[in-house]
């Protein structure tokens, strides 16, 4: 059974219905976090909620509940649902109000939602040939920075992705690369890992975090730094990072091979990394 957690209560996630009234559903008014679960650890918890803490914040929401009762509710809705690598998708909106009106209500009543889905384990075909991607223009809002529900821009993108046969969507904006339409990004290039620096243009990834630090313990020369957009066609290297697809290799972008058109060596590094990594929050290490 697939359980979810809905207002203060576990309920089938086909009986979890809310309001159409509900904010979310009538303006994409709530914010939201994906957060992976390896051997029933939650990854990077406090990484997440600090940035569904800034979400919440950047849309004038008051947190519902403390770190801790988040813990508790989300260790608990594992718990009455099974085990095995998962991620679990957290929203909350403003809720609903009386009526559509683009201003907040007075006192909102946010409505807190949680469920657990399957994650896929990255397959071994990823190794041999990596991903496809297409760069765009950025059409999306001025505070990428904010998980929003709002997601239209980047639905439009990846769709466009996966309409040319494509894994993510790379966007540019003002004539820099920020990051993929669901992903951030990584590139290689004289030997260096580069990243575009946090802003408002792009999601501060936990992936992406973690990418960095586990750099910086092994040795791997790592910069956070703008990209032009024409370093994507002279990439070394090229990748994308999220909590659900890890660290993917873009070995073709816009048709053209990058690099070498395979996975590269400081991909293979770093994807046996992360392994590692995750390897050691299962045992609890
Ligand atoms: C626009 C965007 N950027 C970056 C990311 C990667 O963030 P994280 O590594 O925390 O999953 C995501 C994740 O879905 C995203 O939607």
Redesign the pocket.
């Given at each position: 059974m697939n359980t979810a957690y809905l207002n203060g209560r576990l309920v089938p996630l086909e009986e979890a219905t809310v309001s159409v009234m509900d904010r979310g559903f009538l303006f994409g008014d709530g914010v939201y976090e994906?957060i992976p679960v390896y051997g029933a650890r939650l990854f990077r918890l406090d990484g997440h909620l600090a940035r569904f803490e800034r979400s919440l914040a950047g849309i004038r929401l008051t947190n519902p509940h403390s770190r801790a009762q988040w813990r508790t509710i989300l260790e608990r809705l594992l718990e009455v649902n099974g085990d095995g690598d998962r991620y679990v998708y957290l929203q909350v909106t403003r809720g609903p109000a009386p009526k559509r009106d683009h201003a907040f209500p007075g006192a909102p009543t946010p409505t807190v939602f949680a469920s657990v889905s399957p994650i896929t384990p990255p397959s071994p075909a990823l190794a041999e040939h990596g991903v496809a991607a297409i760069t765009r223009e950025d059409i999306r809002w001025k505070r990428?920075d904010i998980k929003a529900i709002t997601l239209l821009g980047?639905l439009l993108l990846r769709q466009e992705a996966v309409e040319a046969g494509c894994a993510e969507a790379i966007l540019i904006r003002d004539g820099e690369a920020m990051?993929?339409?669901?992903?951030?990004l990584f590139l290689v290039r004289a030997g260096t890992l580069l990243t575009p620096p946090k802003g408002p243009f792009?999601?501060p990834?936990?992936?992406?975090d973690l990418v960095l630090e586990l750099a910086r313990d092994n040795g791997i020369e790592a910069r956070e730094t703008p990209i032009p957009a024409q370093w994507l066609h002279d990439a070394e290297e090229l990748w994308v990072?999220?909590?659900t697809r890890e660290i993917l290799p873009v070995t073709r972008l816009d048709g053209e091979a990058v690099g070498a058109g395979r996975p590269g060596p400081l991909w293979t590094r770093m994807h046996a990394l992360f392994q590692g990594y995750k390897a050691r929050l299962r045992t609890g290490g």
């Amino acid at each position: 059974m697939n359980t979810a957690y809905l207002n203060g209560r576990l309920v089938p996630l086909e009986e979890a219905t809310v309001s159409v009234m509900d904010r979310g559903f009538l303006f994409g008014d709530g914010v939201y976090e994906v957060i992976p679960v390896y051997g029933a650890r939650l990854f990077r918890l406090d990484g997440h909620l600090a940035r569904f803490e800034r979400s919440l914040a950047g849309i004038r929401l008051t947190n519902p509940h403390s770190r801790a009762q988040w813990r508790t509710i989300l260790e608990r809705l594992l718990e009455v649902n099974g085990d095995g690598d998962r991620y679990v998708y957290l929203q909350v909106t403003r809720g609903p109000a009386p009526k559509r009106d683009h201003a907040f209500p007075g006192a909102p009543t946010p409505t807190v939602f949680a469920s657990v889905s399957p994650i896929t384990p990255p397959s071994p075909a990823l190794a041999e040939h990596g991903v496809a991607a297409i760069t765009r223009e950025d059409i999306r809002w001025k505070r990428c920075d904010i998980k929003a529900i709002t997601l239209l821009g980047n639905l439009l993108l990846r769709q466009e992705a996966v309409e040319a046969g494509c894994a993510e969507a790379i966007l540019i904006r003002d004539g820099e690369a920020m990051e993929g339409a669901a992903s951030n990004l990584f590139l290689v290039r004289a030997g260096t890992l580069l990243t575009p620096p946090k802003g408002p243009f792009l999601l501060p990834g936990i992936t992406r975090d973690l990418v960095l630090e586990l750099a910086r313990d092994n040795g791997i020369e790592a910069r956070e730094t703008p990209i032009p957009a024409q370093w994507l066609h002279d990439a070394e290297e090229l990748w994308v990072t999220s909590s659900t697809r890890e660290i993917l290799p873009v070995t073709r972008l816009d048709g053209e091979a990058v690099g070498a058109g395979r996975p590269g060596p400081l991909w293979t590094r770093m994807h046996a990394l992360f392994q590692g990594y995750k390897a050691r929050l299962r045992t609890g290490g």
